[in-house]
C-alpha cells in the first residue's frame, strides 16, 4: 500500500501524518509507503515547522529529516491513497484529479475514524502547542484506523 498525505503547506500536519502513519506500520510489521505534500509551494525544501517536530518527538516520533514538497499530479499514479487534511485540501486535489479512478484515491483524512463526517484536521499553525498536541491525537486515531484497514 502506498499512501501521500496532504495539507496546505506541508510544514504542520501532513507531514505529522506522515510521521505518525510510518511509526505505526513499523509498529506493526506492514509494509506501507508513505509520503506528505501540500497543495501550495511556499515551504518546498523546508523541515517540518518546530512545533510539529517537538510535538512528534514527544510520542517519540522523528519527522526532522522530512522536507516540504507540492503536490503533483502523478501523485495519483504513485500512490493508491491520498488523505488530505481539510475541505480546502480536498478540492484542490481533486481539482486535478484526471479521472474518476483518481478521484476515488482521495479522502478527508478523519473520515477514517467518522466515516462519512468530512471533518477537517484544524491547521495547528496559529494555534500554539495545544493545537499541534490536539492535531497529533487527531491524526493519531485517523492512522490507527488506516492501519486496521490495511490489515
Avoid at 504542520?12 to 511509526?23: D, K, V, W, Y
Avoid at 510535538?55 to 502523478?74: C, E, L, V
Amino acid at each position: 500500500m502506498k499512501v501521500l498525505m496532504v495539507c496546505l503547506g506541508n510544514i504542520c500536519r501532513s507531514p505529522m501524518a506522515e510521521g505518525i502513519l510510518r511509526h505505526k506500520a513499523e509498529e506493526a510489521g506492514m509494509d506501507i509507503e508513505i509520503d506528505s505534500a501540500g497543495t501550495g509551494a511556499w515551504h518546498i525544501g523546508e523541515k517540518p515547522d518546530s512545533r510539529a517536530i517537538f510535538t512528534a518527538n514527544k510520542f517519540g516520533i522523528d519527522i526532522s529529516y522530512q522536507r516540504a514538497r507540492q503536490f503533483r499530479i502523478d501523485d495519483f499514479d504513485k500512490f493508491d491513497w491520498i488523505y488530505v487534511m481539510d475541505r480546502s485540501n480536498y478540492a484542490d486535489v481533486l481539482a486535478q484529479a484526471r479521472s474518476e479512478e483518481d478521484s476515488k484515491k482521495v479522502e478527508m483524512i478523519l473520515n477514517m475514524a467518522q466515516p462519512g463526517k468530512d471533518m477537517p484536521v484544524p491547521d495547528p499553525y496559529y494555534g500554539g502547542d495545544e493545537g499541534f498536541n490536539n492535531v497529533f491525537k487527531l491524526l493519531s486515531t485517523a492512522c490507527d484506523e488506516i492501519i486496521n484497514s490495511a490489515k
